[in-house]
């Protein structure tokens, strides 16, 4: 084993921090709100043209809705984590970081946002006193649509995990049985779930493993005769 794989070894343990789990949160969180928000303009405007349905989406994010979106979104990341006693800075499962959005207030956030750009846009006469007051008074929908798909993307968050245990463990019994077009085919499947998935450290280590030993042994002409140092790696998998 050379270095290189050795030093792989030794990163599992550290394999994710806080900046990048809260950089997926607030990409993953600020397109679910974005599409949410195009569902609920099209409900609460259903005269408006597309171009139309543009034009009062752009007013809004000129009066400062997607910073507002942003603030809002950082803050119930900081918040939940507090109420949770998250003092490592970083979530141990998807599980847990749903749960801080809830308890951090992203809902009753992004209700104070709205309310604030609404009023900002319609003040400055970007958006009309009528579009302005279908968009207060509809905008419990608006959230409501929010929360649902927020929900609905930490679900499928938590169902790709599952997946990925799904292909990690069909690797091993490929790998047990030294079937190395099998374990190819499911190393593929895991790096493509991998791309999906919040960066959990738990989630991420048994996958590096099983990366570390696919491509020894790849590199090594599909060779199962592993050494001493190969096989602790595999015995990790264990």
Request: aromatic fraction near 6%; hydrophobic fraction near 35%.
């Given at each position: ?73 950082n803050g119930a990341i900081n918040m939940g984590k507090s109420i949770l006693g998250i003092f490592t800075g970083k979530f141990e499962n998807v599980s847990q970081a749903r749960d801080a959005i809830k308890t951090g207030g992203l809902i009753d956030g992004l209700s104070g ?126």
């Open positions: 084993m050379d270095l290189e794989n050795n030093q792989n070894i030794e990163n599992t343990n550290n394999l994710v921090n806080e900046k990048e789990q809260n950089s997926f949160l607030e990409s993953t969180l600020g397109k679910v709100i974005n599409s949410a928000l195009d569902v609920g303009l099209r409900m609460l405007l259903p005269d408006f043209a597309e171009d139309g349905i543009i034009e009062v989406k752009d007013a809004l994010f000129t009066g400062g809705l997607k910073e507002g979106i942003d603030t809002a979104i946002v709205l309310d604030t750009v609404i009023n900002k846009t319609n003040s400055s006469g970007l958006i009309n006193d009528n579009v302005a007051s279908i968009i207060s008074n509809g905008k419990d929908a608006i959230l409501n649509s929010v929360s649902n798909k927020i929900e609905n993307e930490f679900m499928q968050q938590i169902d790709g995990t599952e997946k990925l245990a799904k292909y990690e463990s069909n690797w091993k019994e490929y790998f047990n049985n030294k079937d190395f077009e099998g374990m190819e085919r499911e190393y593929n499947k895991i790096k493509e779930k991998l791309k999906e998935l919040m960066p959990i450290e738990n989630t991420l280590k048994e996958a590096r493993v099983i990366e570390n030993l696919h491509m020894l042994i790849k590199n090594n002409g599909q060779d199962f005769n592993l050494t001493k140092e190969q096989l602790e790696l595999a015995n990790l998998l264990t």
